[in-house]
């Protein structure tokens, strides 16, 4: 028999609808991924310069202005760089001007990179760079406890060198999955795609496209894919930093769902696009 506490859980869940638990601060993807569980993997990809550093820092920031404890696998950067790759979003500051000499930046953007480091001073935001293999993932949370994960990004872990790369990347997102149950926490996984979707006419990723294994589709609760038309055609200013974070897979409901969200390269940040309703 099943226990009734378990039947009155889930009911309870059903007839009285609680927050959601993860609220990205993008409100149509808010309303979709509605009933994802805590103990989730969600998968974020993309081809390279797409975007998905910057679409998982943009989450991120949503999750600890929520008091969230994050944690940031950083695979192929150090500490630093994270650092100043997160500040030009945070500060709103041009990226680009950061890399500057000081003496370029004006009082104003300097006063918006000061306040920047206090915000970010005050986050519960620990970052790693010195972890590649799944073991050393497992440790850190193990410890750290945090309630969202973010890992940047898949491709980048250590495998053994006699297994088979699909069969590698499998057993680490199995076992990704066992840690976001084990921890009760989310895990954002960053994956790259494979090079094959840039011979297609319409170059919006499938779930075919992700890289190394058939695994990480199946494993993965939520599959999210960023498509930005400029990329490839960088002369249409009709599409000038339009982004559409397609929902390819959702274990908690629908797919194939697109959201409309804009992209600001100059700080690298996603943002919720200016709605004019009628009324």
């Known amino acids: 028999m099943i226990e009734k506490e378990l039947l009155k859980k889930v009911k309870n ?8 638990q993860l609220q990205t601060g993008f409100r149509d993807l808010d309303y979709l991924l509605a009933s994802v569980e805590k103990s989730s993997i969600i998968t974020i990809g993309g ?25 940031f696998f950083s695979l192929g950067r150090s500490k630093s760089y994270f650092i100043k790759r ?15 000499n000081e003496t370029d930046l004006n009082e104003k953007e300097k006063e918006k990179i000061s306040a920047a480091f206090d915000k970010l001073s005050e986050y519960n ?22 309630d969202i994960v973010f890992i940047d990004y898949l ?19 199995r076992n990704l999955k066992e840690l976001a149950k084990e921890n009760n926490c989310t895990i954002f996984v960053l994956s790259q795609l494979s090079r ?20 990480i589709e199946s494993v993965s609760d939520v599959v999210l894919f960023i498509y930005r038309e400029e990329y490839y055609k960088i ?6 930093g339009n982004a559409e974070i397609i929902l390819a897979k959702n274990n908690y409901g629908s797919t194939g769902v697109v959201c409309e969200l804009l992209f600001r390269a100059s700080i690298m940040k996603f943002l919720e ?5 009628d009324f």
Do not use: H, W
Request: overall charge neutral; some cysteine; charged content about 35%.
């Open 235 to 240: 002369n249409d200013n009709e599409r000038k």
């Open 125 to 146: 935001l620990t970052i790693i760079d010195d972890v590649k293999k799944i073991d050393g993932i497992k440790e850190k949370i193990e410890i750290e406890k945090p």
């Open 155 to 173: 491709q980048l872990f250590d495998t053994p060198l006699k297994k088979q790369r699909n069969d590698a990347m499998e057993d680490i997102m």
């Open 47 to 71: 081809r390279p310069a797409m975007g998905k550093t910057s679409f998982a820092v943009s989450i991120m920031l949503k999750f600890l202005e929520q008091n969230k404890k994050c944690l």
């Open 196 to 215: 094959a979707l840039e011979s297609r006419c319409d170059k919006r990723p499938m779930l075919c496209d992700l890289r190394d294994s058939g695994g």
């Open 86 to 100: 997160i500040i030009p979003t945070v500060a709103e500051v041009d990226y680009s001007r950061l890399n500057r």
């Open 13 to 20: 869940q059903i007839l009285e609808p609680q927050e959601p």
């Open 273 to 277: 696009p200016i709605r004019v309703y």
